[in-house]
Protein backbone atom coordinates (compact mmCIF):
# COMPACT_ATOMS: atom_id res chain seq x y z
CA UNK A 1 0.00 0.00 0.00
CA UNK A 2 1.39 3.69 -0.63
CA UNK A 3 0.78 5.22 3.19
CA UNK A 4 1.34 8.70 4.51
CA UNK A 5 3.07 8.74 7.81
CA UNK A 6 2.85 11.85 9.66
CA UNK A 7 4.93 12.36 12.72
CA UNK A 8 8.36 10.34 12.88
CA UNK A 9 9.58 10.97 16.70
CA UNK A 10 10.01 8.46 19.00
CA UNK A 11 7.36 6.23 18.43
CA UNK A 12 6.81 7.11 14.64
CA UNK A 13 10.20 6.81 13.40
CA UNK A 14 10.42 2.94 14.19
CA UNK A 15 6.63 2.70 13.33
CA UNK A 16 7.46 3.72 9.86
CA UNK A 17 10.58 2.11 9.74
CA UNK A 18 8.82 -1.21 9.83
CA UNK A 19 6.31 -0.48 7.39
CA UNK A 20 9.20 0.05 4.97
CA UNK A 21 10.76 -3.01 6.00
CA UNK A 22 6.85 -4.90 5.32
CA UNK A 23 7.10 -3.04 1.47
CA UNK A 24 4.54 -0.78 1.64
CA UNK A 25 5.86 2.39 -0.12
CA UNK A 26 5.75 5.65 2.65
CA UNK A 27 5.19 8.99 2.14
CA UNK A 28 6.55 10.75 5.40
CA UNK A 29 6.11 14.50 7.33
CA UNK A 30 7.48 15.81 10.35
CA UNK A 31 8.65 19.34 10.79
CA UNK A 32 12.10 17.96 12.09
CA UNK A 33 14.32 17.64 9.44
CA UNK A 34 16.77 14.97 11.30
CA UNK A 35 13.47 12.78 12.09
CA UNK A 36 12.30 12.68 7.65
CA UNK A 37 15.84 11.94 6.22
CA UNK A 38 16.25 8.60 8.71
CA UNK A 39 13.02 7.62 6.72
CA UNK A 40 14.05 9.62 3.32
CA UNK A 41 17.29 8.04 3.41
CA UNK A 42 15.68 4.59 3.97
CA UNK A 43 13.17 5.26 0.59
CA UNK A 44 10.49 7.09 2.28
CA UNK A 45 9.14 10.13 0.04
CA UNK A 46 9.28 13.48 1.49
CA UNK A 47 6.24 15.65 1.78
CA UNK A 48 6.65 18.91 2.62
CA UNK A 49 3.06 19.49 4.66
CA UNK A 50 0.57 17.15 6.38
CA UNK A 51 -1.75 17.84 3.12
CA UNK A 52 0.62 16.97 1.11
CA UNK A 53 1.17 13.49 2.85
CA UNK A 54 -1.97 12.46 2.62
CA UNK A 55 -2.34 13.33 -0.97
CA UNK A 56 -2.76 10.09 -3.31
CA UNK A 57 -2.70 7.36 -0.43
CA UNK A 58 -3.99 3.93 0.33
CA UNK A 59 -4.02 5.47 4.49
CA UNK A 60 -2.59 8.24 6.59
CA UNK A 61 -1.20 7.32 10.05
CA UNK A 62 -0.48 9.78 12.32
CA UNK A 63 1.94 9.57 15.61
CA UNK A 64 1.80 13.24 17.37
CA UNK A 65 2.48 14.69 20.45
CA UNK A 66 -1.12 15.44 21.89
CA UNK A 67 -4.51 16.64 20.95
CA UNK A 68 -3.83 19.86 19.42
CA UNK A 69 -1.37 18.54 16.99
CA UNK A 70 -4.12 15.76 15.93
CA UNK A 71 -6.61 18.54 15.57
CA UNK A 72 -4.87 21.08 13.57
CA UNK A 73 -3.37 18.37 11.02
CA UNK A 74 -6.51 16.60 10.28
CA UNK A 75 -8.64 20.20 10.06
CA UNK A 76 -5.93 21.81 8.83
CA UNK A 77 -4.48 20.01 6.27
CA UNK A 78 -4.85 16.29 5.53
CA UNK A 79 -9.26 16.22 5.21
CA UNK A 80 -8.54 18.59 2.89
CA UNK A 81 -6.45 16.70 0.68
CA UNK A 82 -6.65 13.01 0.93
CA UNK A 83 -9.35 12.17 -1.02
CA UNK A 84 -12.31 10.52 -0.10
CA UNK A 85 -12.43 6.83 0.79
CA UNK A 86 -8.64 6.50 2.11
CA UNK A 87 -8.39 5.44 5.78
CA UNK A 88 -7.31 7.72 8.42
CA UNK A 89 -5.35 6.03 11.09
CA UNK A 90 -4.39 8.04 14.67
CA UNK A 91 -2.44 6.46 16.44
CA UNK A 92 -1.21 9.59 18.89
CA UNK A 93 -2.10 9.37 22.41
CA UNK A 94 -5.44 12.05 23.14
CA UNK A 95 -8.62 12.19 24.48
CA UNK A 96 -11.06 10.45 23.59
CA UNK A 97 -13.32 13.67 22.88
CA UNK A 98 -10.99 14.96 19.97
CA UNK A 99 -10.66 11.41 18.86
CA UNK A 100 -14.31 11.69 18.15
CA UNK A 101 -14.85 15.32 17.01
CA UNK A 102 -11.99 14.90 14.22
CA UNK A 103 -13.35 11.18 13.51
CA UNK A 104 -17.07 12.91 13.17
CA UNK A 105 -15.33 15.66 10.55
CA UNK A 106 -13.35 12.76 8.79
CA UNK A 107 -16.51 10.96 8.35
CA UNK A 108 -17.99 14.22 6.96
CA UNK A 109 -15.72 14.21 4.22
CA UNK A 110 -16.04 10.73 3.44
CA UNK A 111 -13.46 9.33 5.28
CA UNK A 112 -13.11 6.48 6.93
CA UNK A 113 -11.15 7.29 10.70
CA UNK A 114 -10.01 4.90 13.01
CA UNK A 115 -8.27 5.60 16.47
CA UNK A 116 -5.41 2.97 17.21
CA UNK A 117 -3.18 4.44 20.14
CA UNK A 118 -0.47 2.29 21.40
CA UNK A 119 1.06 0.44 24.42
CA UNK A 120 4.39 -1.26 24.51
CA UNK A 121 6.59 1.80 24.20
CA UNK A 122 9.81 2.67 21.94
CA UNK A 123 10.95 -0.99 22.51
CA UNK A 124 7.56 -2.14 20.80
CA UNK A 125 7.71 0.77 18.38
CA UNK A 126 11.46 -0.79 17.32
CA UNK A 127 10.11 -4.76 17.46
CA UNK A 128 6.98 -4.36 15.85
CA UNK A 129 5.09 -5.84 19.09
CA UNK A 130 3.23 -2.95 20.14
CA UNK A 131 -0.40 -3.02 21.28
CA UNK A 132 -3.29 -1.11 19.26
CA UNK A 133 -6.35 -0.39 20.91
CA UNK A 134 -8.65 0.89 18.04
CA UNK A 135 -11.88 2.94 17.90
CA UNK A 136 -14.07 3.02 15.14
CA UNK A 137 -16.28 1.21 12.76
CA UNK A 138 -15.79 -2.69 12.91
CA UNK A 139 -15.13 -2.79 8.87
CA UNK A 140 -12.41 0.14 9.58
CA UNK A 141 -10.80 -1.64 11.78
CA UNK A 142 -10.61 -5.00 9.96
CA UNK A 143 -8.88 -2.98 6.82
CA UNK A 144 -6.19 -0.85 9.05
CA UNK A 145 -5.22 -4.79 10.21
CA UNK A 146 -3.04 -5.64 8.27
CA UNK A 147 -1.13 -2.80 8.19
CA UNK A 148 -1.15 -2.57 11.69
CA UNK A 149 -0.06 -5.85 12.03
CA UNK A 150 3.03 -4.52 10.57
CA UNK A 151 3.87 -2.58 13.53
CA UNK A 152 1.93 -4.38 16.61
CA UNK A 153 1.00 -7.76 18.02
CA UNK A 154 -1.85 -7.44 19.78
CA UNK A 155 -4.72 -5.26 17.70
CA UNK A 156 -7.65 -4.95 19.96
CA UNK A 157 -10.94 -3.51 18.73
CA UNK A 158 -12.50 -1.36 21.42
CA UNK A 159 -15.53 -0.13 19.64
CA UNK A 160 -16.51 3.11 18.29
CA UNK A 161 -14.55 6.27 17.59
CA UNK A 162 -12.71 7.37 20.45
CA UNK A 163 -12.86 3.99 22.61
CA UNK A 164 -9.29 3.14 21.63
CA UNK A 165 -8.45 6.74 23.36
CA UNK A 166 -10.62 5.46 26.45
CA UNK A 167 -9.10 1.78 26.75
CA UNK A 168 -5.52 3.62 26.67
CA UNK A 169 -6.13 6.14 29.19
CA UNK A 170 -8.31 3.97 31.84
CA UNK A 171 -5.35 1.26 31.61
CA UNK A 172 -2.88 3.86 32.12
CA UNK A 173 -4.49 5.07 35.56
CA UNK A 174 -4.68 1.66 36.80
CA UNK A 175 -1.14 1.08 36.35
CA UNK A 176 -0.53 4.34 37.97
CA UNK A 177 -2.28 3.96 41.08
CA UNK A 178 -0.90 0.02 41.25
CA UNK A 179 2.51 1.53 40.88
CA UNK A 180 2.03 3.78 43.39
CA UNK A 181 0.42 1.03 45.79
CA UNK A 182 3.17 -1.01 44.85
CA UNK A 183 5.79 1.70 45.94
CA UNK A 184 4.05 2.42 49.24
CA UNK A 185 3.75 -1.13 50.29
CA UNK A 186 6.94 -2.05 49.65
CA UNK A 187 9.22 1.13 51.11
CA UNK A 188 6.83 0.78 54.33
CA UNK A 189 7.99 -3.35 54.16
CA UNK A 190 11.63 -2.05 54.17
CA UNK A 191 10.76 0.71 56.61
CA UNK A 192 9.53 -1.63 59.07
CA UNK A 193 12.38 -3.55 59.10
CA UNK A 194 12.12 -6.64 56.27
CA UNK A 195 14.41 -7.29 53.47
CA UNK A 196 12.54 -5.97 50.11
CA UNK A 197 13.26 -9.16 47.93
CA UNK A 198 11.62 -11.38 50.85
CA UNK A 199 8.34 -8.81 50.79
CA UNK A 200 8.19 -8.96 47.19
CA UNK A 201 8.49 -12.55 46.71
CA UNK A 202 5.57 -12.63 49.74
CA UNK A 203 3.63 -10.20 47.87
CA UNK A 204 4.04 -12.31 44.56
CA UNK A 205 2.60 -15.09 45.94
CA UNK A 206 0.17 -13.57 47.56
CA UNK A 207 -2.91 -11.07 47.51
CA UNK A 208 -0.85 -8.11 47.13
CA UNK A 209 0.52 -9.33 44.09
CA UNK A 210 0.24 -7.16 40.70
CA UNK A 211 2.06 -6.11 37.23
CA UNK A 212 3.88 -3.38 39.04
CA UNK A 213 5.16 -5.97 42.09
CA UNK A 214 6.03 -9.01 40.21
CA UNK A 215 7.44 -7.60 36.70
CA UNK A 216 8.17 -3.99 37.39
CA UNK A 217 8.77 -3.80 41.02
CA UNK A 218 9.89 -0.36 41.86
CA UNK A 219 12.08 -1.04 44.75
CA UNK A 220 15.65 -1.71 43.80
CA UNK A 221 17.55 -4.55 43.55
CA UNK A 222 14.72 -6.81 43.98
CA UNK A 223 14.34 -7.28 39.65
CA UNK A 224 17.44 -7.06 38.19
CA UNK A 225 15.64 -6.11 34.88
CA UNK A 226 13.31 -3.65 35.90
CA UNK A 227 14.14 0.27 35.49
CA UNK A 228 14.53 0.13 39.52
CA UNK A 229 17.73 -1.53 39.36
CA UNK A 230 19.76 0.66 36.56
CA UNK A 231 18.97 4.22 38.06
CA UNK A 232 14.88 4.50 36.74
CA UNK A 233 16.81 4.91 32.84
CA UNK A 234 14.76 3.82 30.32
CA UNK A 235 11.14 2.16 30.69
CA UNK A 236 7.76 4.56 30.81
CA UNK A 237 8.75 8.28 31.45
CA UNK A 238 7.41 9.78 34.39
CA UNK A 239 6.01 12.69 32.13
CA UNK A 240 4.61 10.30 29.43
CA UNK A 241 2.35 8.94 32.53
CA UNK A 242 1.74 12.46 33.67
CA UNK A 243 0.24 13.26 30.47
CA UNK A 244 -2.08 10.33 30.32
CA UNK A 245 -3.04 10.94 34.19
CA UNK A 246 -4.12 14.13 33.27
CA UNK A 247 -5.79 13.44 29.85
CA UNK A 248 -8.02 10.84 32.31
CA UNK A 249 -8.49 13.24 34.83
CA UNK A 250 -9.82 15.65 32.44
CA UNK A 251 -12.07 12.88 30.59
CA UNK A 252 -13.38 12.13 34.05
CA UNK A 253 -14.21 15.53 35.22
CA UNK A 254 -16.17 15.90 32.33
CA UNK A 255 -18.17 12.15 32.76
CA UNK A 256 -18.68 13.65 36.29
CA UNK A 257 -17.46 10.37 37.35
CA UNK A 258 -15.25 10.02 40.49
CA UNK A 259 -12.07 8.95 39.99
CA UNK A 260 -10.32 9.55 43.60
CA UNK A 261 -7.06 7.35 43.46
CA UNK A 262 -6.21 8.64 39.88
CA UNK A 263 -6.41 11.90 40.84
CA UNK A 264 -3.91 11.34 43.85
CA UNK A 265 -1.78 9.61 41.38
CA UNK A 266 -2.15 12.66 38.65
CA UNK A 267 -1.33 15.05 41.64
CA UNK A 268 1.40 12.86 42.74
CA UNK A 269 2.78 12.62 39.17
CA UNK A 270 3.12 15.85 39.40
CA UNK A 271 4.62 16.75 41.69
CA UNK A 272 7.64 14.24 41.25
CA UNK A 273 7.77 15.40 37.77
CA UNK A 274 7.78 19.14 39.42
CA UNK A 275 11.10 17.41 41.54
CA UNK A 276 12.83 17.46 38.76
CA UNK A 277 12.16 13.67 37.82
CA UNK A 278 10.04 13.92 34.62
CA UNK A 279 12.55 11.99 32.81
CA UNK A 280 12.93 8.91 35.04
CA UNK A 281 11.05 6.16 34.38
CA UNK A 282 7.70 6.25 35.91
CA UNK A 283 8.41 3.35 38.99
CA UNK A 284 10.64 5.95 40.10
CA UNK A 285 7.39 7.73 42.39
CA UNK A 286 9.39 5.43 45.08
CA UNK A 287 11.71 8.41 45.43
CA UNK A 288 8.40 10.04 47.03
CA UNK A 289 8.67 7.56 50.23
CA UNK A 290 12.38 6.28 49.99
CA UNK A 291 15.20 9.08 49.80
CA UNK A 292 18.04 7.21 50.10
P1 LIG B 1 7.76 12.60 20.00
O1 LIG B 1 7.65 13.96 20.57
O2 LIG B 1 9.06 11.88 20.04
O3 LIG B 1 7.27 12.61 18.46
C1 LIG B 1 6.24 13.41 17.96
C2 LIG B 1 6.68 13.87 16.57
O4 LIG B 1 5.59 14.63 16.00
C3 LIG B 1 7.89 14.79 16.60
O5 LIG B 1 8.87 14.30 15.71
C4 LIG B 1 7.34 16.15 16.15
O6 LIG B 1 8.26 16.92 15.40
C5 LIG B 1 6.17 15.71 15.29
N1 LIG B 1 5.17 16.75 15.10
C6 LIG B 1 4.65 17.60 16.01
N2 LIG B 1 3.72 18.40 15.43
C7 LIG B 1 3.65 18.03 14.11
C8 LIG B 1 2.89 18.49 13.02
N3 LIG B 1 2.01 19.47 13.15
N4 LIG B 1 3.10 17.89 11.83
C9 LIG B 1 4.00 16.88 11.69
N5 LIG B 1 4.75 16.41 12.71
C10 LIG B 1 4.58 16.98 13.93
O7 LIG B 1 6.62 11.74 20.73
P2 LIG B 1 6.53 10.13 20.82
O8 LIG B 1 7.23 9.67 22.05
O9 LIG B 1 6.86 9.57 19.49
O10 LIG B 1 4.97 9.97 21.12
C11 LIG B 1 4.00 10.13 20.09
C12 LIG B 1 2.65 9.77 20.68
O11 LIG B 1 2.67 8.42 21.15
C13 LIG B 1 2.23 10.65 21.86
O12 LIG B 1 0.86 10.92 21.76
C14 LIG B 1 2.55 9.76 23.06
O13 LIG B 1 1.73 10.05 24.18
C15 LIG B 1 2.27 8.38 22.51
N6 LIG B 1 3.00 7.29 23.17
C16 LIG B 1 4.33 7.41 23.43
C17 LIG B 1 5.01 6.36 24.03
C18 LIG B 1 6.50 6.44 24.32
O14 LIG B 1 7.02 5.56 25.02
N7 LIG B 1 7.22 7.44 23.79
C19 LIG B 1 4.33 5.19 24.38
C20 LIG B 1 2.97 5.09 24.05
C21 LIG B 1 2.31 6.15 23.46
Redesign the pocket.
Known amino acids: MKIGF ?8 PMARNLLKRGHTLKV ?4 PD ?1 VKKLTDLGAEHATS ?1 GKCAEGVDAVIS ?4 SP ?1 VR ?2 YTGGVLDSATAGTLLID ?4 DPHTARDVAFDAKAKGFHMIDA ?6 GG ?1 EAGTLTFMVGGELADFEKAKSILECMGKNIVHCGGAGNGQVAKICNNMMLAIEMIATAEGMSLAAKLGMDAKVFASIANTSSGRCWSSDTYNPYPGVLENAPASRGYTGG ?2 VD ?1 ML ?2 LTLVTEAAKAAKHPVMLGAAAQQLYQMHSGNGNGGLDFSSIIKLYKKD
Open positions: IGLGHMGGFDMVAAMLPSHSVSSTIPVSGGTAFGLKD
